[in-house]
């Protein structure tokens, strides 16, 4: 079922027409209050106790792993998704020789570690071109060789919107070996993913976009085969027995069990966990299969208004997510200063690449949609 409009849990001007989660999503008054109230704790720290160091970050550690379909376990508390893609590339294995897969134009996060990896061991980076059809799954597939070590992808190709069928990618890598790791931050929590089923060996998404939650923030899925990996700092508290503060001198070889090994150094930020997990908790509640759903109907109606203006949806696309490239009889790239025209209508949308990139939430209305097709209309 679709799900009607949300923008009251929001604090959008009536005047804006914000169609740019993909660049950072508004925080809901629900995760600005979680987030004041861990900002408090700091206020009068005598409140504060040695449990509650843990407390929040479990109950973030929970529902993240809801979303990502693993367990508790299996997630690690990241400050971004190159922290994550960092963890990744320093624990899987690559030898002279072995080749790592990434698509033409991936955002730089999943792109530099693996370079800087590759250039350690000899290795190379395979960079994929941007097929004509879209179809990046045929392409990866295509690719893919018995040197294969990494494929490195994410769900949503961040300016195309175009959309990977990851669980054919781990089929393949199954049979030919070789690790597959994602970036979901343009994806996590408004398109279907489950990592029980896709099986990477690392996923990681960043919260302040589709996860709508606090900037800094991020969570990491760890394959249970890489628990014993060496994390990217020897902080403190994933060692064994940090609970106990009198005791933490008694220095331990031990980690925390599962993933918690690779959170990051003061992850007991309250204000970030609470934030993070009354978005989260938001997002469950709706269901992601619902947001996409909904989404997907937004997403539709701009892409068959705005087609005969000349601007192209990706073929084979996620359904919340529109990276519009021009293909007109009149123009065949952006105008000049669109963005800014756009902005002083307050109507915000991004370029990224070639592609006009326009990211509604359920905090877009109709109006909103009627307003930025009738702007393009003009300014086309
Ligand atoms: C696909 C993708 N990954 C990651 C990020 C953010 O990366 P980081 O958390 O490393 O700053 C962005 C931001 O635009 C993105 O589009």
Same mark, same amino acid.
């Given at each position: 079922?679709?799900?009607?409009?949300?923008?009251?849990?929001?604090?959008?001007?009536?005047?804006?027409?914000?169609?740019?989660?993909?660049?950072?999503?508004?925080?809901?008054?629900?995760?600005?209050?979680?987030?004041?109230?861990?900002?408090?704790?700091?206020?009068?720290?005598?409140?504060?106790?040695?449990?509650?160091? %843990?407390?929040?970050?479990?109950?973030?550690?929970?529902?993240?792993?809801?979303?990502?379909?693993?367990?508790?376990?299996?997630?690690?508390?990241?400050?971004?998704?190159?922290?994550?893609?960092?963890?990744?590339?320093?624990?899987?294995?690559?030898?002279?020789?072995?080749?790592?897969?990434?698509?033409?134009?991936? %955002?730089?996060?999943?792109?530099?570690?693996?370079?800087?990896?590759?250039?350690?061991?000899?290795?190379?980076?395979?960079?994929?071109?941007?097929?004509?059809?879209?179809?990046?799954?045929? !392409?990866?597939?295509?690719?893919?060789?018995?040197?294969?070590?990494?494929?490195?992808?994410?769900?949503?190709?961040?300016?195309?919107?175009?959309?990977?069928?990851?669980?054919?990618?781990?089929?393949?890598?199954?049979?030919?070996?070789?690790?597959?790791?994602?970036?979901?931050?343009?994806?996590?929590?408004?398109?279907?993913?489950?990592?029980?089923?896709?099986?990477?060996? %690392?996923? !990681?998404?960043?919260?302040?976009?589709?996860?709508?939650?606090?900037?800094?923030?991020?969570?990491?899925?760890?394959?249970?085969?890489?628990?014993?990996?060496?994390?990217?700092?020897?902080?403190?508290?994933?060692?064994?027995?940090?609970?106990?503060?009198?005791?933490?001198?008694?220095?331990?070889?031990?980690?925390?069990?599962?993933?918690?090994?690779?959170?990051?150094?003061?992850?007991?930020?309250?204000?970030?966990?609470?934030?993070?997990?009354?978005?989260?908790?938001?997002?469950?509640?709706?269901? !992601? @299969?619902?947001?996409?759903?909904?989404?997907?109907?937004?997403?539709?109606?701009?892409?068959?208004?705005? @087609?005969?203006?000349?601007?192209?949806?990706?073929?084979?696309?996620?359904?919340?997510?529109?990276?519009?490239?021009?293909?007109?009889?009149?123009?065949?790239?952006?105008?000049?200063?669109?963005?800014?025209?756009?902005?002083?209508?307050?109507?915000?949308?991004?370029?990224?690449?070639?592609?006009?990139?326009?990211?509604?939430?359920?905090?877009?209305?109709?109006?909103?949609?009627?307003?930025?097709?009738?702007?393009?209309?003009?300014?086309?």
């Amino acid at each position: 079922m679709p799900i009607p409009n949300q923008r009251h849990l929001f604090s959008i001007p009536e005047s804006h027409a914000y169609l740019n989660t993909a660049y950072m999503s508004p925080l809901m008054h629900s995760v600005v209050s979680a987030m004041e109230s861990g900002l408090q704790e700091k206020v009068s720290p005598w409140n504060y106790k040695a449990e509650q160091f %843990f407390t929040d970050v479990e109950i973030a550690r929970g529902l993240a792993a809801q979303v990502f379909g693993t367990a508790p376990q299996n997630i690690a508390i990241v400050p971004s998704a190159s922290y994550g893609i960092q963890t990744a590339a320093n624990n899987l294995p690559l030898r002279a020789g072995q080749n790592i897969l990434v698509l033409e134009n991936q %955002f730089p996060s999943h792109i530099y570690p693996w370079q800087a990896k590759a250039a350690e061991v000899g290795a190379q980076v395979r960079i994929l071109p941007i097929p004509k059809d879209d179809d990046w799954t045929r !392409v990866v597939l295509s690719a893919m060789d018995a040197k294969t070590a990494v494929v490195a992808v994410p769900h949503t190709h961040w300016s195309t919107g175009a959309t990977l069928d990851l669980l054919a990618i781990r089929e393949a890598l199954d049979a030919e070996g070789g690790a597959l790791v994602l970036d979901l931050t343009q994806s996590l929590g408004a398109q279907v993913f489950d990592a029980s089923v896709v099986r990477p060996d %690392f996923a !990681v998404a960043a919260t302040y976009k589709w996860l709508l939650g606090p900037y800094s923030c991020g969570f990491l899925y760890v394959d249970p085969k890489w628990h014993g990996g060496r994390p990217l700092e020897e902080n403190w508290i994933n060692r064994a027995g940090s609970e106990d503060f009198g005791g933490l001198t008694r220095y331990q070889s031990d980690y925390q069990s599962g993933a918690v090994r690779f959170d990051m150094g003061e992850k007991s930020n309250p204000a970030q966990m609470r934030g993070a997990w009354a978005a989260l908790r938001q997002i469950l509640d709706w269901g !992601v @299969e619902s947001i996409a759903e909904t989404l997907l109907l937004k997403t539709k109606q701009l892409e068959s208004e705005l @087609e005969p203006l000349g601007l192209r949806a990706a073929k084979i696309r996620a359904p919340h997510y529109l990276g519009l490239r021009v293909d007109g009889v009149k123009q065949t790239s952006l105008p000049e200063g669109l963005l800014q025209t756009l902005a002083d209508q307050h109507i915000y949308v991004s370029a990224r690449g070639p592609a006009l990139r326009v990211t509604p939430h359920l905090y877009t209305s109709d109006k909103d949609i009627d307003r930025l097709i009738e702007a393009l209309k003009r300014a086309l």
